[in-house]
């Protein structure tokens, strides 16, 4: 995502304090990605000693997507583990190109990464804005 695009209230107020927050116990998960051969910016040293400590559990799945394997990288507070798994099947279908309904998709993916009710809808609204000016 662009840094200096304007995000309306609600988009991304995750972003760049996942381990706060998760240390907080106010966010259950938190997921980075990106293309392999794109981006190596995954904050794996910030979350290292608590993975280590047992304090947040990490997981990472390489997934085929022709033309570049995709990398996703996911930590969750003990307990949570169970929202890696949901994540991940919408992953895989999102890369196999199976997934049926987008929005339904992004609704439950904002609520696996512990987005609030607000926060989503106010997502929803802007990739619609986006669409409708396409």
Known sequence: MD?????P???GPHNDRELELMLAGTKPMAMFSDAVH???YFPEADFAPHVKS???IRAQEIIPRPPHDMRYLFFALPGEEWRIEEALVMCRN???GTVKDHDADSARMGELLGYSA???TAFLEHLQRGRTQE
Not at 3 to 7: G, N
């Open 38 to 40: 794109v981006s190596d």
């Open 3 to 7: 840094d200096d695009v304007e995000l």
């Open 94 to 96: 999102l890369c196999a």
């Open 118 to 120: 607000q926060d989503i």
């Open 54 to 56: 047992g304090r947040i």
């Open 9 to 11: 209230p609600g988009i």
